[in-house]
């Protein structure tokens, strides 16, 4: 490795990005354009796996709506995050699968995905672009932590322990989320270690655990609860909702994980509402309950009478209580807003994303370390969280780019410093 205290402009300078996520390898490519040496170091077996997790369904690599509404996303972090997703945008990065063979399209939801709507092709032309760059890919080294010197970064290897001293460190190592795809939050006391500030780890966009009864569970685990609206503090989100052996899954669900969770960590639980006949006022479903022929059960009236689907009757049975109302009004009102009292959030090893991370005060507007010069971190180890839709793969390619820019501005600066202060001396 070239000596890091050579500040010829002849010498390539060195980089070790850490996490072989998107964020990472993101980061590497864009260092290696600018002619830097760059080894990716990921403690897995391979690179890219939690890519080809999120595209198991489909990969939805970012969101078509206005740029602004995008921002808003991410709520809080949006002002530490506007700046590098303002200028690594989804056009770029549509423009960026394109130029790897996979056109992309909007789907009617105004999700973006490759044509080929899988993320095996992207990430197997991505690997071999990267290689043909120059960029080394070392896997099964794990972060350790922090060398003696600055910029030097310690790693568990096949090998045995090693040092490695760069010109810069991006670490791009994750959340907390899916751990067997790599993502085990296993960099955090290393970070707190070094003095770095890391808020706790917590399950976004995540299955919601209901104390369902055994009968109601051995009847409909794994139905679809469709065209229904969940509920949480006035925001409400539509969608199909999945009944699980735990509890319930499913877009809507997601979508309102992080609020159902702060509720449950200050309150000790959250009761969203569903209404399972969204569109429809109570006063219209309650004149077509009062139309049903006389003797008709109730869950016969809720199929007949209102169109519930099975799975959406018995829900009302489960949740509503064993003696539901006979009145024709209130049983409608408690179709529009059906109590589903959660005791918990899935597990953060079962969810898709997670929140906390190093905080955001932390980094600096080039996403480095402000405790540690010449380290740069992106992706979900900072402390931002986002809901499905594209937009937290946007903003891990986002901050990928910007911590790798960041390197690239501060060794020059860095270099321009020391050449200026040998000249000074010289002089």
């Not at 408690?334 to 898709?352: D, F, N």
């Amino acid at each position: 490795m070239p000596d890091r205290t050579d500040a010829s402009p002849d010498r390539r300078p060195t980089a070790a990005v850490v996490g072989g996520g998107p964020a990472g390898l993101i980061a590497a490519e864009v260092l290696a354009d600018a002619g830097w040496s760059v080894t990716v170091h990921d403690h897995m077996a391979s690179v890219g796996r939690k890519l080809l997790l999120a595209g198991r369904g489909g990969l939805n690599i970012t969101h078509s709506e206005p740029l602004d509404h995008l921002l808003d996303r991410y709520g809080p972090a949006r002002p530490r995050l506007e700046a590098a997703v303002r200028a690594w945008d989804a056009a770029a990065l549509r423009a960026w699968c394109a130029g790897l063979g996979e056109p992309t399209f909007v789907g009617s939801s105004g999700r973006v995905f490759p044509s080929s709507f899988r993320a095996t092709p992207l990430l197997r032309a991505w690997l071999a672009r990267l290689a043909a760059s120059g960029v080394t890919v070392a896997t099964r080294h794990r972060f350790v932590g922090f060398g003696p010197v600055e910029r030097s970064i310690v790693l568990d290897t096949p090998d045995g322990r090693i040092t490695s001293e760069v010109d810069a460190v991006v670490l791009a190592l994750g959340g907390a989320s899916w751990p067997r795809v790599g993502s085990d939050g296993g960099w955090v006391d290393a970070l707190v270690g070094a003095g770095v500030a890391v808020a706790p780890m917590r399950p976004a966009n995540c299955g919601l655990l209901v104390p369902w009864r055994d009968e109601f569970v051995g009847r409909h685990e794994g139905a679809p609860v469709k065209d229904v609206e969940l509920s949480v503090d006035g925001v409400a989100v539509r969608g199909d909702v999945v009944v699980t052996a735990a509890g319930i899954e499913g877009g809507p669900v997601y979508a309102l994980a992080a609020s159902v969770r702060d509720h449950i960590e200050s309150e000790g639980s959250c009761t969203p509402t569903f209404d399972l006949r969204p569109g429809r006022p109570v006063a219209q479903l309650a004149e077509r309950i009062a139309s049903a022929r006389p003797g008709d059960s109730t869950s016969t009236v809720l199929r007949r009478a209102l169109g519930l689907s099975p799975v959406a009757s018995a829900l009302v049975r489960e949740l509503g209580g064993r003696h539901l109302p006979t009145d024709p009004s209130a049983l409608a009102a408690l179709v529009k807003a059906l109590p589903c009292t959660v005791v918990a959030t899935m597990p953060i090893a079962r969810a898709i994303s997670s929140a906390g991370g190093i905080r955001l005060d932390e980094v600096d507007e080039s996403f480095m370390l402000r405790r540690l010069p010449g380290v740069f971190v992106a992706g979900e180890m900072i402390d931002w969280e986002a809901p499905t839709g594209g937009y937290l793969l946007q903003a891990s390619f986002s901050t990928g780019v910007a911590a790798a820019r960041g390197a690239i501005a501060w060794q020059r600066a860095t270099v321009g410093a020391e050449t200026d202060e040998r000249a000074g001396r010289d002089g």
